[in-house]
């Protein structure tokens, strides 16, 4: 999901405690219906006021996806207000993709200084990730700075120059 979700593994990666949260509109997607709405569903929903139309333009609209994301066996939860609205969890870890900004990450460190945070990196034998957490001393020493890995990739060899 980070190749969907975190732009190439450039984003982050939020973890919610919902320990103190009753989700009382948390549901599983479906994968295996239609996403498309009729307008008479909708009439019915919003004029007719029928709450058989409601369940179904909600379900559709809300709760379902095309089956080539079902290996994701996502969850929803969805709000009856519209807008930005803050999230009602806590902000329980941090992780930050392979190719994240120093400078985001330098960021999101200070700024959550009471949040776990952790590096993902990928394990030799596959596609596999692991998690490491961030040093903050580190952070608070040296503040922005990339990675060597990134630094190194950027050395242009040229043998033309060397003979």
Same mark, same amino acid.
């Given at each position: %999901?980070?190749? @969907?979700?975190?732009?190439? @593994? ?6 919610? +405690? %919902?320990? +103190?949260?009753?989700?009382? @509109?948390?549901? $599983?997607?479906?994968?295996?219906? $239609?996403?498309? &709405? ?17 369940? !179904? ?12 994301? *079902?290996?994701? *066996? ?13 999230? $009602?969890?806590? =902000?329980?870890? =941090?992780?930050?993709?392979? *190719?994240?900004?120093?400078? =985001? !990450? ?9 949040? $776990? ?5 990928? &394990? ?9 957490? =961030?040093? *903050?001393?580190?952070?608070? %020493? ?5 990675? %060597?890995? &990134? ?7 040229? +043998?033309?120059?060397?003979?």
């Amino acid at each position: %999901m980070w190749s @969907h979700y975190a732009d190439q @593994h450039r984003g982050i990666c939020i973890e919610y +405690d %919902m320990s +103190d949260h009753d989700c009382a @509109h948390l549901k $599983p997607v479906e994968y295996d219906r $239609p996403r498309s &709405l009729r307008v008479s569903e909708i009439i019915q929903w919003k004029i007719q006021k029928l709450a058989a139309a409601e369940r !179904r333009v909600i379900g559709t609209y809300f709760f379902s996806n095309a089956p080539q994301w *079902r290996y994701e *066996r996502e969850w929803r939860d969805v709000y009856a207000s519209n807008g930005v609205v803050s999230a $009602p969890f806590r =902000v329980s870890a =941090v992780y930050f993709g392979l *190719r994240c900004d120093p400078a =985001v !990450r330098t960021a999101v460190v200070k700024l959550l200084s009471s949040v $776990p945070c952790f590096d993902v990196y990928p &394990l030799e034998d596959g596609f596999r990730l692991r998690r490491r957490g =961030v040093d *903050r001393d580190d952070i608070e %020493m040296f503040g922005v700075r990339s990675a %060597m890995r &990134l630094e190194f990739d950027k050395v242009v060899v040229d +043998d033309a120059a060397e003979k």
